[in-house]
Structures are given as C-alpha cells and as structure tokens.
C-alpha cells in the first residue's frame, strides 16, 4: 500500500485539470444551479426550523422557577 498517497494526489490533480478544461458554459450553468439550490435550502431550513417554532405549553402545576 505504498502508492495510496501517490494514487490520491495524482487523482486530486486530474480531476482538478478536468474541472478546469471545461468551458464557461458549464460554469454559468454550475452557478444557476447552485444559487437555486441555495435558495431551496436555505428556505425551506427557515420555514421548517424547529428554533423557529414557538416553544410548547408547560402543563398545569408545573414551574420552571423555584
């Protein structure tokens, strides 16, 4: 197993010249992509939150404070 550290860098460095070969379409179409699922996430995380939601009633004859 002594080639793993080779084998992972030489993976890393052609994957990392593939993404850059691509031409500006793909990017533009990667960033309008991106930015919609940003806005999906982070909307839906806000409407959905469990901190958003109002605490839940305390039952009769029950204190928090002593």
Request: proline share 9%.
């Amino acid at each position: 197993m002594p080639a793993v550290p080779v084998v992972c860098t030489l993976g890393i460095v052609v994957c990392g010249a593939m993404i850059y070969g691509l031409g500006w379409t793909n990017w533009m179409r990667l960033i309008v992509w991106l930015i919609i699922g940003l806005i999906f996430y982070f909307s839906y995380g806000k409407h959905h939150s469990r901190l958003n939601a109002p605490p839940p009633e305390m039952p009769e004859g029950i204190s928090l404070t002593r």
